[in-house]
T-cell receptor, first 112, second 116 residues
Framework: EADIYQTPRYLVIGTGKKITLECSQT?????MYWYQQDPGMELHLIHY???????EKGDLSSESTVSRIRTEHFPLTLESARPSHTSQYLC???????????FGPGTRLTVT | AQSVTQLGSHVSVSEGALVLLRCNYS??????LFWYVQYPNQGLQLLLK??????LVKGINGFEAEFKKSETSFHLTKPSAHMSDAAEYFC??????????????FGTGTRLLVSP
């Protein structure tokens, strides 16, 4: 059982607010990922990290930013939320000896 | 570049019937392939993976998949569906050897509906 956590699970927020989605894992994995998933659609990679102090943008352009100050923590921030940011955000991590990624439960964000 | 095609956005079966979810991949190198399951309002859970060992892979919850290179397919099967199998299923491909950055490319998903 993978130990990767996301908070909050659900968030409804007004336009223009700053939000941070939290992601933590207790497996000591160096590689972490953020995906965006719209209902009934595939996952799109928006950010990833090789390890501490490493962050890269993914395939899907996103106005969000990420940071990786600690191995276990990979938060995602939106400086000014907009309705177009309404989506589900999934965090994942991977160890060095395997190719599968372990996913958190997701944060469903609604911007009104 | 790698890509995945899942045929059928929805598949409906009766409880006890065979489940077959189709996945075809495109890859310029031998791929690593995965099936994930997603229950409502949850993240993705790994069902099984192919990483160039046995071509018939067994996973959790009675699912299995067979890697067929000649058909570039990795279809997911289960002999007898349970109501609890109703969920969204995603096929994903990754390029081996890319140990620095592994990117999973996902299909669009197949929703499995199980009727009593």
């Amino acid at each position: 059982e993978a130990d990767i956590y996301q908070t909050p699970r659900y968030l409804v927020i007004g336009t223009g607010k700053k939000i941070t989605l939290e992601c933590s894992q207790t497996m000591g994995h160096d590689k972490m990922y953020w995906y965006q998933q719209d209902p009934g659609m595939e996952l799109h990679l928006i950010h990833y990290s090789y390890g501490v102090n490493s962050t890269e943008k993914g395939d899907l352009s996103s106005e969000s930013t990420v940071s990786r100050i600690r191995t276990e923590h990979f938060p995602l921030t939106l400086e000014s939320a907009r309705p177009s940011h309404t989506s589900q955000y999934l965090c994942a991590s991977r160890g060095d000896t395997s190719y599968e990624q372990y996913f958190g439960p997701g944060t469903r964000l609604t911007v009104t | 570049a790698q890509s995945v095609t899942q045929l059928g956005s929805h598949v409906s079966v009766s409880e006890g019937a065979l489940v077959l979810l189709r996945c075809n991949y495109s890859s310029s190198v031998p791929p690593y392939l995965f099936w994930y399951v997603q229950y409502p309002n949850q993240g993705l859970q790994l069902l099984l993976k192919y990483t160039s060992a046995a071509t018939l892979v067994k996973g959790i919850n009675g699912f299995e998949a067979e890697f067929k290179k000649s058909e570039t397919s990795f279809h997911l099967t289960k002999p007898s569906a349970h109501m609890s199998d109703a969920a969204e299923y995603f096929c994903a491909v990754s390029a081996p050897g890319d140990t620095g950055f592994q990117k999973l490319v996902f299909g669009t998903g197949t929703r499995l509906l199980v009727s009593p």
